[in-house]
């Protein structure tokens, strides 16, 4: 045994983030297969005052600077309409556009003075 329950405790913690990473990895490594097996690619496009302006997982990615699973988590619970096309999940501007003008503002400078005065 490991000693004291508090020891034992911090093991499992750390345990679970391990756990936890690497089944984030697992799940990005296999989005993009998916994407790959439905021929998705990540490419250049014109921009154009016309038509839909949709993204793709990878671009979404690149836009918001977040992985795969924080993405894909937010498409799910509906904070992030999207729509299937094909096999290929899409998200349009416009609806990412609303989505980040709707994140509530939050100032962490109060906070940050708090814990290091």
Request: proline share 5%.
């Amino acid at each position: 045994m490991v000693g004291n329950p508090s020891n034992r405790a911090e093991r499992l913690k750390r345990a679970f983030d391990t756990l936890r990473k690497a089944l984030e990895e697992l799940e990005s490594a296999m989005v993009e297969y998916e994407e790959e097996l439905a021929g998705e690619h990540q490419h250049v496009r014109p921009q154009s005052g016309q038509g839909l302006d949709l993204l793709s997982i990878p671009e979404l990615c690149q836009e918001l600077a977040m992985g795969k699973s924080w993405v894909y988590q937010r498409i799910r619970s509906g904070e992030i309409p999207s729509i299937k096309l094909g096999g290929a999940v899409k998200v349009k501007r416009t609806d990412l556009n609303e989505f980040i003008e709707n994140q509530p503002y939050r100032s962490f400078e109060k906070k940050e003075e708090e814990e290091f005065p």
